[in-house]
T-cell receptor, first 116, second 113 residues
């Protein structure tokens, strides 16, 4: 069965510092992979997705993620954190085979805190 | 174009009561998904519906939970005889098609006393 593991439920960085949020997946077939962000009292917003094209995926708000098949990882990075990046971030993988990308398996989430 | 609308935002029920959660998808979207987020956990898929059809309910508890998406009106997630363990945030998402971008609502926080 597919699963997603996000390492670190809370990550704290200083404003301007590198953001690195870790995500590892298990899948027997090449998956579709997603990062979503959830701001307080709002729904999830798609940051970026990987669908077997380029392994380095650029998303909104300066975020990017790299698909590494050998490490089964899809870590999210941003070179310089901004206060407005404080939110909860979810990594997700699609149903096996990518037959329905609306049916997602989510990680537990990582809360990003940005300190001034 | 309004986003996915869920109501109510907060719902308080006593044990044994019924909870009805509503979701109006984005205009032009005929695919609806319900997810549940328990405290300290990620979102878990519950059910996938298209207009008037349940396509995949593999994540729905076998008892007390039901969902519908009628031809007219919002999608409804219904929980009968609620228990404390049903307390969670319930999110609805919609899309235009099966592999199209998913848009999430702001969720309904259900609290069972």
């Amino acid at each position: 069965a597919q699963s997603v593991t996000q390492l670190g439920s809370h990550v704290s960085v200083s404003e301007g510092a590198l953001v690195l949020l870790r995500c590892n997946y298990s899948s027997s077939v090449p998956p579709y992979l997603f990062w979503y962000v959830q701001y307080p009292n709002q729904g999830l917003q798609l940051l970026l997705k990987y669908t077997s094209a380029a392994t380095l995926v650029k998303g909104i708000n300066g975020f990017e993620a790299e698909f590494k098949k050998s490490e089964t990882s899809f870590h999210l990075t941003k070179p310089s954190a901004h206060m407005s990046d404080a939110a909860e971030y979810f990594c997700a993988v699609s149903d096996p085979g990518g037959s329905n990308t609306g049916k997602l398996i989510f990680g537990q989430g990582t809360t990003l805190q940005v300190k001034p | 174009n309004a986003g996915v609308m869920q109501n109510p935002r907060h719902l308080v029920r006593r044990r044994g009561q019924e909870a009805r959660l509503r979701c109006s998808p984005m205009k032009g979207h005929s695919h609806v998904y319900w997810y549940r987020q328990l405290p300290e956990e990620g979102l878990k898929f519950m059910v996938y519906l298209q207009k008037e059809n349940i396509i995949d309910e593999s994540g729905m508890p076998k008892e007390r939970f039901s969902a519908e998406f009628p031809k007219e009106g919002p999608s409804i997630l219904r929980i009968q005889q609620v228990v404390r363990g049903d307390s969670a945030a319930y999110f609805c998402a919609s899309s235009r098609g099966v592999n199209e971008k998913l848009f999430f609502g702001s969720g309904t926080q259900l609290s069972v006393l």
